[in-house]
């Protein structure tokens, strides 16, 4: 990334702050997304854990 697109242009960000940020905020909802798919998988898991075993007997 060029140094000089870091800088504040008027007031506003240069472009390569505003790719760096929209790249930035992606990452952030991929992680997120991930974690909550963990979340949903380890609830599941202990729902699973935790119902009768027809077969036993």
Request: charged share 30%; no cysteine; hydrophobic share 35%.
């Amino acid at each position: 990334m060029n140094l000089n697109d870091m800088h504040v242009y008027g007031g506003y960000p240069g472009p390569g702050l505003l790719a760096q940020a929209h790249l930035a905020d992606r990452e952030r909802g991929r992680r997120e997304r991930e974690a909550a798919e963990n979340r949903q998988l380890l609830e599941l898991g202990e729902i699973v854990l935790h119902q009768p075993n027809d077969f036993a007997d």
